[in-house]
């Protein structure tokens, strides 16, 4: 009996020794896990502050560019659209330009962006020509455009430039030889009646040839450097309006000077004899 209550004593240690293992074993694991996660956690924690150390420096490096551009005075510096700047004493040009500029298309000028290429464009052109029908300059993000009717140009149906567009060209060549990092496409386009001669096959072959005798003349005549220009035909495939009338096809005849200034040069562009 003695014995039996010794064996049944030993088994219960035994199994109260077991359960008490397992839990331990439980508690190590979770201590394990414990750990490992406090060590991810305290690296993404160092990787976090690095993080905030870096914005905090680019942030007090644009404080500091900002508090410099203050203390400029007549060349302050304001911001447009988040990409350029432009100085107050430019700002003053722009003003006395768009006094001149017809009410209803300043109306359409809702921002500063859009008044500073009101203000060029007004200038490019009065120093190109007088002619308000046959020269139209537009601007996108300081991508300059200027059509160029092809009557001012050229005769119908000719490639050859004409001797009346000698001034404008050579106005032109000195708007581009301005800028030695100036970058000049010319585009030919015509109205969409079909072509076929012995000189060319289609409305391709006169825009290209078109284009290409602009670029000739500009290079020739007026020594602008070949390396910053570009001829391409357009055909009639842009055309500004409906080809639905003789006006209209007349406008779509054009030869499109697309000029890509720095952004010192294009605000220069408002320094002009006009002022």
Known sequence: MRKTIIVSTLSVVFLVSCVSKKKYTALETNLSETQTALTKTQVEKEELE?????????????????????EINDNQLTTIDDVAVMSNNTKQK??????????????????????MNLAVSYNLKKSISDDEEDVDVD????????????????NSGSYKVSSKANNILGKLAEVINSEPSMEV?????????????????NNWDLSVKRATSVVNILQEKYNVDPKKMIAAGRSSYLPLVENDSRENMAKNRRTKIVIIPNLDKFFALLDSETL
């Open 139 to 154: 601007i996108d993000k300081t991508v300059v455009m200027i059509n160029i009717s092809d009557k001012l140009l050229f």
């Open 185 to 201: 496409m010319v585009e030919g386009h015509t109205d969409s009646r079909s072509i076929n001669t012995a000189m060319f096959r």
């Open 94 to 115: 722009m003003r006395k330009t768009l006094a001149k500029v017809d009410p209803e298309k300043l109306a359409d000028a809702k921002t500063l962006e859009d008044s």
């Open 50 to 70: 690095s993080k905030i150390e870096k914005i905090e420096a680019r942030v007090t490096e644009y404080n500091e560019k900002i508090n410099s551009l203050k």
